[in-house]
């Protein structure tokens, strides 16, 4: 009977052993599984928020579009048509000046304006007569510009002024036809 306890009170010392280290092994697995799903809920949280993010980016991206589109159509009916889509139709009356070097008004030629002239005229014969008046061109060009201050030149509300004045004084020199438009492909300050 001796035996009998004995052998009882060491299966029960065995069996709280096993407990033990069952309890020790459910405990550590369990700390890797619930940082797993830690971790995945947080990726989980980030990916919603980066969906969420674009859609915010494509909800403003389509705004800048509309806003542009605006413009285009502001521009389209300040001009009738824009240059892109000129050119496209009628490529053979566009003369263009490329890289035009000037320095504004006042600088004392530390600064100057990088800008490329499309000039729209009317037909064949005044895109002709342009063209072997190019230097004549050139040098009105030149001449605006230069005349125009650096204020006046980075004031986007006085380009509309400042197309007319080109076109005006271009006109001044042809007898075929007339600048249609004046168009700015390129118009940098430094």
């Known amino acids: 009977m001796a035996d009998k306890v004995l052998s009882q009170q060491q299966s029960a010392v065995v069996s709280e052993q096993v407990n033990k280290t069952s309890k020790k092994t459910i405990f550590l697995v369990s700390i890797p599984i619930v940082i797993l799903q830690i971790i995945i809920a947080y990726l989980l949280v980030l990916d919603l928020n980066s969906k969420a993010g674009a859609g915010n980016s494509q909800a403003h991206t389509q705004g800048q579009k509309a806003k542009q589109q ?62 072997t008046k190019e230097v004549i061109v050139n040098d009105i060009l030149i001449n ?22 080109i076109a005006n004084k271009i006109n001044e020199i042809l007898t075929q036809g007339r600048v249609q438009n004046v168009y700015f492909s390129k118009f940098i300050v430094q």
């Open 70 to 131: 605006t413009m285009e159509k502001a521009t389209a009916d300040e001009y009738k048509i824009t240059e892109t889509e000129f050119v496209s139709t009628h490529p053979e009356f566009l003369f263009v000046v490329k890289d035009l070097i000037v320095n504004p008004a006042g600088t004392g030629g530390m600064r100057y304006l990088l800008t490329s002239v499309g000039i729209e005229v009317t037909n064949e014969k005044v895109f002709a007569e342009i063209q």
């Open 144 to 165: 605006v510009l230069s005349s125009k201050t650096l204020e006046e030149l980075t004031d986007v509300t006085k380009r509309k002024e400042l197309r007319r004045e």
